[in-house]
């Protein structure tokens, strides 16, 4: 313990508490040095996905859990740049990962939020609205028929209460899907990190994995962590969980034989805010393009009510690039004239962007999430979690549910 309390000083390791576990010696030909602190699961990134499998994990009895985040505070990509939608999981293949964690994720979401009074939600419903136009109603009907198949509500609105119920939206027909909500993400995280912590995991922020290599010793990994004062120092972790997000290609590559490697591309989507007459108490979500790049320029709503539109879908080189570009404005204002006609460009502000971490190159047809244990490559108790764009957020506990059962005897 004497030798713990003085590396933590001298890396200013914010561990909640001191790990009591065994400390490994021996010389490694790498740049990796000897390990100083020792783990059963180490989880790298600290968004939604990542704090809910350490979350998930920590409940073990007797197993020592470490996240590391490289940035100060936790949560601060992607988990914090999106739209917080609750998703049905009514619009990727019956048979994907997407469909599945979504629909389970959900569920699981809505029994949590509804057992717990920390994190405020709200079940407000979506309007996916199609215009005269054969093809978007054609897609329309379809989605309700596969609705039908997965299991999940929808339903049509009679066309005369459209304009009743939201005078503000222009549609020929309404799928509305009920089971569409919003949170907040924020605290759904602080909730991940609460439980976390309670339950004995420990969270080390400002630690940035810069390398890892499977342990000389046979099982485990070494992982080269590097602190915000640029030392190095290396942690030995029996499993180690990929959840780094934009990044997580490059942390499954440091193990993975360049034959296998992943490669992400990075979509930002824009976000405006309206500062206009319109209301609304419905998400309204036009039909979407035919790859599922993405759902559509879409109308999200806070838990205060305040409307914004987006994101849109811009790749780019630049994983840390959130630049919001003013001169996308006029292609929002045309998007979103189709489903509200009395939208006015001038009112429409610059709000924020995220970016998609997607395996989906430009023009490329759908892919789902990469969420595996890389047995095939010798890497056991790796898992990468490759891709995890939307409904990541609404999946966030079904992973951790299915990451926890990839790592059952582990
Ligand atoms: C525009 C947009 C809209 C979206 N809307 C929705 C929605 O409405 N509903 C929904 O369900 N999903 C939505 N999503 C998807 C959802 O936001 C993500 O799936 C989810 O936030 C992913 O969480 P994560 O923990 O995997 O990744 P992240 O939040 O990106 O977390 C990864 C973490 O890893 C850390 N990290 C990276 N590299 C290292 C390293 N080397 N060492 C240590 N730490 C590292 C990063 O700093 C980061 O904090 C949206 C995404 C975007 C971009």
Not at 11 to 18: D, L, Q, S, Y
Not at 320 to 326: K, Q, V
Request: a neutral charge; proline letters at 5%; hydrophobic letters at 35%.
């Amino acid at each position: 313990m004497k030798l713990f309390s003085a590396r933590l000083i001298k890396h200013n390791v914010h561990f909640t508490r001191p790990i009591l576990s065994r400390v490994f010696y021996f010389s490694s030909s790498t740049t990796i040095t000897v390990p100083e602190i020792s783990v059963d699961y180490l989880i790298i990134g600290g968004g939604v996905v990542g704090l809910s499998i350490a979350e998930r994990l920590s409940r073990r009895k007797g197993k020592s859990v470490l996240l590391v985040e490289k940035n100060s505070r936790l949560g601060e990509e992607t988990s914090s740049r999106n739209s917080e939608v609750i998703h049905a999981g009514i619009y990727y293949p019956n048979d994907s990962l997407k469909t599945r964690l979504c629909i389970r994720g959900k569920n699981l979401l809505y029994s949590l939020l509804s057992s717990v009074s920390s994190i405020p939600f709200s079940r407000v419903g979506k309007w996916i609205v199609a215009q005269d136009n054969e093809a978007e109603i054609s897609y329309l009907q379809n989605l309700h028929k596969k609705s039908k198949e997965i299991q999940v509500e929808t339903y049509f609105l009679p066309q005369t209460k459209i304009n009743l119920i939201e005078p503000y939206i222009n549609a020929k027909e309404v799928l509305v899907s009920p089971t569409t909500g919003i949170l907040d993400s924020h605290s759904l995280m602080n909730y991940f990190e609460c439980k976390l912590k309670d339950q004995g995991g420990d969270i080390a922020l400002k630690h940035k994995v810069g390398n890892i290599i499977k342990s000389p010793q046979g099982k485990g990994y070494l992982i080269q962590i590097e602190n915000d004062k640029s030392s190095l120092f290396t942690i030995y972790s029996k499993n180690v969980i990929n959840s780094a997000g934009l990044f997580s290609d490059k942390i499954a590559n440091y193990l993975l034989p360049p034959a296998h490697h992943y490669k992400l591309y990075y979509v930002k989507g824009h976000y405006f805010g309206y500062r206009g007459v319109v209301k609304t108490n419905h998400l309204i979500y036009p039909v979407p393009p035919k790859n599922l790049v993405n759902v559509g320029t879409h109308l999200t709503l806070d838990l205060s009510g305040r409307i914004r539109f987006g994101p849109d879908v811009l790749y780019q080189d630049d994983p840390d690039d959130y630049s919001l570009n003013d001169d996308r404005i006029d292609s929002f204002a045309d998007a979103v004239k189709t489903y509200i006609p009395s939208i006015k460009k001038e009112n429409l502000y610059p709000d924020y962007t995220g970016i998609r971490p997607k395996l989906q190159g430009p023009g490329e047809p759908f892919r789902d999430f990469i969420i595996k244990e890389e047995i095939d490559h010798g890497l056991e108790g790796f898992v990468n979690l490759i891709g995890i764009e939307s409904p990541g957020l609404t999946s966030s506990l079904s992973i951790a549910e299915m990451v926890d059962e990839i790592l059952l005897d582990k």
